[in-house]
């Protein structure tokens, strides 16, 4: 069992490991306990800065750089376009909010117009049809480094970032498979 | 009065369900990790994984939803903040508005 406690990060053991440990010791090991744990430890790892327990709580009641656009009902286009800093607002500063804004906007751009060429060249190809998606995907994976995974180590960061997009890549490629089928 | 962002419990994503779970298990006492997933059991007949649990957990902290007491048991007990009862009144009046539409629509169809 302490082959699961292992997997969360060092400082979240540090934390929650006896409690959790706890839990886990007073129940039989299933596989739905063991999926739990794993994706448990997955979030622990995707979410350092949940420890910043006392800071987090501070900053929550300083307005954001995005909080017009994030009040009231219009925020899942602010999450979308990973604008809101409400997970990770102590460890984003506002030029990496920027430098993410602009990463997503810039490179979507870029990207959608290269799109529209491609379209253009290959009016009928499934395939350019199907990567079409990754003209907001990709940028907006791109731009977690400055957010989500600003706490990540370089290789850790290189490794998530290129194995998202190589995976997105892979299922626009086969969707462009199966509609040419 | 806390931001509206600080109490939203629904952007808690996958967690946001444990977390309204937890926060009505803290609400008439504290309570460590164990005992609350034994009265969440027992009330909601819902299993919350240890992962689920602390997932929640954490980010419920981080808002300062909730806090751990300090005890000299291995077990830290949690207790509901009074933010904490600001964001489940917010989001059980919320869940409750949503329940009231529905069972009107259910009632006239």
Request: one cysteine or more; charged letters at 20%; a neutral charge.
């Amino acid at each position: 069992m302490s082959l699961f406690i292992r997997l969360y990060p060092a400082n979240w053991r540090r934390r929650y490991g006896a409690e959790l440990a706890e839990l886990i010791d007073a129940q039989p090991l299933t596989p739905q306990l063991a999926v739990d744990l794993i994706a448990g430890a997955l979030d622990a790892h995707l979410h350092p800065e949940l420890l910043n327990t006392a800071g987090l709580a501070d900053a929550a009641a300083t307005p954001c750089l995005v909080t017009p656009i994030t009040n009231g009902a219009s925020t899942m286009l602010a999450k979308a376009l990973n604008l809101r800093c409400g997970e990770y607002r102590e460890l984003v500063s506002p030029d990496d909010r920027r430098l993410s804004t602009q990463v997503n906007l810039y490179g979507s751009l870029f990207l959608a117009g290269v799109w529209l060429i491609a379209l253009k060249l290959f009016p009928h190809n499934a395939y350019v049809l199907a990567l079409g998606t990754m003209a907001y995907v990709g940028p907006f994976t791109l731009s977690t480094m400055f957010t989500s995974l600003k706490t990540r180590s370089p290789e850790t960061r290189a490794i998530l970032i290129g194995s998202t997009l190589a995976a997105t890549t892979g299922i626009c490629v086969l969707a462009g498979y199966i509609s040419e089928l | 009065m806390a931001n509206e962002v600080e109490l939203d419990i629904a952007d808690f994503g996958r967690f946001s369900e444990p977390a309204v779970l937890i926060l009505i298990s803290l609400a008439d006492s504290p309570k460590h990790g164990y005992a609350m997933t034994q009265d969440i059991a027992r009330t909601f007949d819902a299993q919350l994984g240890p992962g689920t649990l602390y997932g929640a957990i954490a980010r419920l902290e981080a808002r300062g939803l909730i806090s751990a007491i300090d005890s000299p048991d291995r077990r830290n007990p949690y207790a509901i903040s009074d933010l904490g009862k600001q964001a489940l009144r917010l989001r059980l009046a919320a869940l409750e508005a949503v329940a009231r539409v529905g069972q009107g629509r259910l009632a006239s169809a």
